[in-house]
């Protein structure tokens, strides 16, 4: 099929999809459907699948990002061994290209914030399937209005590479790692409506004023820190709207009530409970489209809070209230005692209103870092510090120590996380049981 047409086709699908999706059941109803389709394929043409075939879902095997590279060759059902990835990837790599080719399949690695490649692979049709759902997610008007779309990323990925540069889409490519004022004279002259970037280069393009209007602006690749939000809508006129994806998929979106959805019609997601934090849960994500490169029951390294309400939106997807963060970036005040990344952000936040950056690190045993910018405030560090010593202490926390510096320095292709914890061994959540 002509790609154009390919992605056009995808796109028609996703808009009937989302649009016939009225409840909670029809959701469940349509997972259903497609999960025994999926468990049928990947029993089959599986390697790794093969032994589980037949069994209940429940038994099939959990998955994490190493035991997906250490078992690539088996995971996929062209055949596609992990050296033969690896040249293509890193071939493709050395050239400065997004993806590489092997036949009709494209290859591709994705950064992990620990420094962990992910390695996919995915066919031609996949590729426009999911540039057509991502674009009934974002775009509604896209098949009537011409939308050119800028995107900024620092490793490739090949999702998003299409070399068909339709009538109704161009793509703009701008590599982070080349940094953001390089840019500036492609991008101004390729005049994007529709800008996709992770938060910190959203807000870099923002802060170098990058004369561009896009009326759409997605922050992808890490969590949409309001700290970042702010300069972009106050520069650009547009709220981002987050974009929730990992190697592993297009996981959710944000609505126009501003609320991220978790695309539950092709991602069947199941919960693992997080230790001492019973409202919130890790996200077990089973890709109930994908067929080359199986995606069952793989464990994310993210903690998410459901909303307990349906979003006024209507949708009936799960909403989620917040990504907290990654898992082993869960504070440890002291022993059993752990503080989510997002209610340190808050308190930091509330208790310096002026602070446009910080970095806040755990450091060892009871030993924490607070970073601030040299432009912060002088009195930031005590008021900050003060709040923080509260929070540890009103949570039993005693015997730490919370040291300060200034500066933050920072590549801007990194991943940005602004609270981490540096220390092996960070708490895990319980594995749920199977
Ligand atoms: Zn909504």
Redesign the pocket.
């Known amino acids: 099929m002509n790609p154009a047409l390919a992605i056009l086709t995808a796109y028609v699908a996703k808009r009937w999809t989302l649009a016939k999706l009225r409840t909670v059941q029809d959701v469940k109803a349509r997972q259903d459907k497609l999960l025994a389709r999926l468990l049928d394929h990947a029993g089959a043409n599986i390697p790794f699948y093969k032994p589980h075939a037949g069994k209940h879902f429940a038994y099939w095997p959990i998955m994490d990002k190493a035991l997906a590279l250490a078992h690539f060759s088996e995971l996929n059902d062209r055949g596609v061994t992990a050296e033969q990835a690896w040249q293509v990837a890193e071939k493709s790599l050395s050239e400065s290209n997004h993806s590489g080719r092997l036949g009709d399949l494209t290859i591709g690695t994705s950064s992990g914030t620990s420094g962990n490649r992910g390695l996919f692979v995915i066919s031609e049709a996949e590729r426009y399937e999911w540039l057509g759902s991502i674009l009934a997610r974002t775009l509604p008007d896209f098949p009537f209005i011409r939308h050119r779309v800028a995107v900024m990323m620092a490793t490739g990925n090949a999702l998003y590479e299409t070399t068909e540069q339709s009538r109704r889409l161009a793509f703009g490519f701008y590599d982070l790692r080349h940094g953001i004022a390089t840019h500036r004279e492609a991008m101004e002259a390729f005049a994007p409506d529709v800008l996709v970037a992770p938060p910190k280069a959203l807000r870099a393009l923002a802060e170098q004023n990058f004369r561009i209007k896009p009326v759409h602006i997605f922050a992808g690749g890490e969590v949409l820190d309001p700290l970042d939000a702010v300069p972009v809508t106050g520069r650009y006129g547009v709220a981002p709207r987050s974009i929730y994806q990992a190697t592993e998929g297009f996981l959710g979106m944000t ?3 501003g ?1 991220i ?1 978790l695309n539950e019609d092709d991602m069947l997601i199941e919960r693992e409970p997080v230790e001492g934090h019973p409202d919130r849960f890790v996200p077990i994500i089973t890709d109930l489209r994908r067929r080359t490169q199986a995606m069952i029951r793989y464990r994310l390294n993210d903690i998410l809070l459901p909303s307990p309400y349906r ?3 209507g ?1 009936p997807l799960q ?1 989620i209230e917040r990504i907290e963060g990654r898992c082993d970036d869960i504070i440890e005040v002291s022993e059993g005692v752990t503080l989510m990344p997002d209610a340190i952000r808050a308190v930091i936040l509330d208790a310096e209103r002026r602070l446009e950056d910080f970095r806040f690190e755990q450091i060892g045993d009871r030993r924490f870092r607070l970073r601030l910018s040299y432009d912060a405030p002088e009195e930031s560090e005590e008021k900050v510090t003060g709040a923080l010593r509260a929070l540890f202490e009103r949570h039993g926390g005693t015997g730490f120590t919370i040291q300060t510096a200034r500066g933050i320095h920072e590549p801007i292709a990194g991943k940005l996380r602004r609270i981490r914890r540096i220390t092996p061994g960070a708490p895990t959540p319980q594995t749920a049981a199977t």
């Open positions: 609505c126009r009530c609320m959805h979003c006024a939106c949708s909403a």
